[in-house]
Structure formats: C-alpha cells, structure tokens
C-alpha cells in the first residue's frame, strides 16, 4: 500500500509541477476566482459592487501567512488523526499485557 | 469558486442564501445525531473537515497557465454524506471570508451552494453509485472527489453567468465564458483531488477500518 501510496502522491505532484515547466517562467498563474472577477466587469463594465470585506489583510504577506495558517491546522489535525489511528491499531494487534484494567480504545 | 464580496446582486445573494439555509440546518442536525450515535467517529469527523481546510487553502497551478484550489469536499461526502459536508464548507468559507477577504459574507449562500451542496451531492452519488455498481473503493472514491470538486466550479460559472448575462449570448454565452475561466483550469486540480482523496482513504482502510465499518451501518440506516 505505501508504495501504490507514494505512486499516487508522485501523480499529484506531477500535475502541479508540470503546468510551470509547459508555461514557463513568463505565465502570469493568476487566481481564476480574480479572472472571474475580471470577466464580469468586461461583460457589465457599469457594475459596481455593493459590498466590501469588513477586513482585508493588509499585505499579500499577511494573506498568505493566513492561508498558510489555514493548511497547517487543518495538516496538524489531520496528522494527529493519523498518528492516533496508527498507534491504537498496532496496540489492538498486540497480545494484550496482563495489566488489570488495561482496555486498548 | 470564491464568488468575492458584493458581486453578486443583492436579490441573487438573498436568493442562494435561502436555497442553502435548509442543508446548513439539516446538516446541523445530522452530525448531533452522527456524534450522539457513534463517539467513535468525532474525530474522524474533524479530520475530515481538516481536510477541506488543507486542500481549500492550496492554490495550484494548472495547464491553463492560472490558478485555482481544489475543494476537498469529497472525503467528507462520501464518509459522512453529503449535509453534514455542508456544515463543514460552510465554516471553512466563513473563516475565508472574515480572515482571508476571499468569497463574502453577501455571497456566502452561493458559495455554499456551490462548495457545501452541489459538490458533496455529486460526490456522495457517485460514491454510492459506483460502490453499488461493484466499482473499487479506490475508483469509487477518485471520481467522487474528482467530480465533486469540478461539478463546484461548474455551479459557480452558472451562478455567474445567471447574475451576469452576456450582452450578445445571453445567460448561455455568459456560461461558456465562465466556464472557460474555471471549469478547464479545474480539470488537472480536480484530477489531484482525486488521487489525494484515494490516498486518505487508503490509509483510513488501514488504520480506521472500526469507523468506517460503524458509518457504513449508520448510512445504510438513513439512506
């Protein structure tokens, strides 16, 4: 399973990886969401939003610590997941010690 | 998909806004019942709402030469099914909206819409279809995170193309245009969604088979 695992993480990583070397150093890789945005006001130049954010961070820096933020809980919780899983079922496999009270899960 | 704050009219926001509300609520309801039931799969629940946080806050490249995220939402679907996939989006885009400035609180119905009902339904279908059809788990799984994650950015081109019509096309060609913009970028990073989706739940087969076996029970019940 680790090795089809690891497999199946290369293909991921080679999905990413290959638009910047098919594009090179020039694409601009903007966001679609501002594309998006973008297409709006050439099809209906004239609209104005009517609302703003109540906060927007004040730096792209401060934007991508908080995206970076948002990765890393939910990775930590994640790998916390993992790593509990992981140690509870090899404490199942293990023939049970002859503690009194001692009950895996 | 992030349609950002005040650009969709005020009777669209309104509109999504309510179409969503009752998913949010029956969600709601649906992980009490979940947690109540089995207290076994809480934290499973959290991983799988962490893992809409991780895979949301990837912007990837992709062949158009732009950028975009996947959503992470299939995992939660297929587990968990697809309401209880709508409480979880919905946190994860409020935390954008406020924190990030990215989608809106005027536009959160219809990201909701988009991210939390329309792609965990796809997902969760097409991971109950194909497992009934006698399909892999691992096939089972890809083409519901993969479809689940490109059926959102599909909703939100025509979210968009409804608000927005094109001058000359209409509704129709505004959709075109839209999707041009996010359904084709979508394709590779829905791809990726996929194969990360059947990687997890490779490992959950191995490490979580008690949770699994206990909410396969629990939607065999309800379905």
Redesign the interface.
């Known amino acids: 399973m680790l090795r089809r695992n690891l497999l199946l993480l290369a293909a991921v990583v080679a999905l990413a990886v290959a638009p910047l070397l098919i594009h090179g150093p020039h694409a601009a890789f903007s966001g679609s969401d501002g594309q998006a945005e973008q297409l709006i006001t050439r099809i209906d130049p004239g609209y104005v939003p009517w609302a703003a954010p109540l906060w927007v961070p004040p730096s792209s820096e401060i934007e991508s610590l908080l995206f970076a933020l948002q990765a890393a809980l939910g990775a930590g919780l994640l790998g916390y997941y993992f790593g509990r899983r992981r140690a509870l079922s090899e404490l199942d496999r293990r023939p049970s010690p002859d503690v009194p009270g001692h009950a895996p899960d | 998909?992030?349609?950002?704050?005040?650009?969709l009219?005020?009777t669209h926001c309104v509109g999504w806004a309510l179409a969503s509300a009752p998913f949010v609520a029956a969600g709601a309801v649906r992980i009490r019942r979940v947690v109540r039931q089995h207290p076994e799969v809480k934290?499973?629940l959290?991983?799988s709402?962490?893992?809409?946080?991780?895979?949301?806050?990837?912007?990837?490249?992709?062949?158009?030469?732009?950028?975009?995220h996947p959503t992470g939402t299939g995992l939660a679907a297929s587990l968990f099914g697809p309401t209880v996939t709508t409480v979880l989006s919905a946190i994860v885009l409020l935390?954008?909206?406020?924190?990030?400035?990215?989608g809106?609180?005027?536009t959160l119905g219809a990201n909701i819409f988009s991210m939390g009902i329309v792609g965990p339904f796809v997902a969760w279908g097409l991971y109950r279809g194909l497992s009934a059809a006698g399909a892999s788990l691992a096939v089972a799984i890809f083409f519901a995170a993969a479809l689940g994650d490109l059926s959102t950015?599909v909703v939100?081109s025509f979210q968009?193309a409804l608000a927005?019509?094109?001058?000359a096309g209409g509704v129709a060609g505004?959709a075109g245009?839209?999707l041009g913009?996010?359904a084709v970028?979508?394709v590779?990073?829905a791809?990726?969604e996929g194969?990360?989706t059947?990687?997890v739940m490779?490992?959950l087969g191995?490490?979580?088979a008690?949770e699994l076996s206990a909410l396969s029970v629990l939607s065999r019940r309800s379905a």
């Open positions: 998909m992030h349609i950002m704050e005040g650009f009219p005020a934290l499973l959290g991983a709402g962490a893992y809409v946080f991780v895979l949301s806050a990837l912007k990837l490249p992709s062949v158009t030469g732009s950028c975009s935390f954008q909206a406020l924190l990030l400035a990215h809106g609180l005027t950015y939100t968009l927005f019509p094109d001058p505004a245009k839209f913009v996010f970028t979508q590779p990073l791809i990726s194969l990360l059947v990687v490779n490992l191995k490490y979580s008690g």
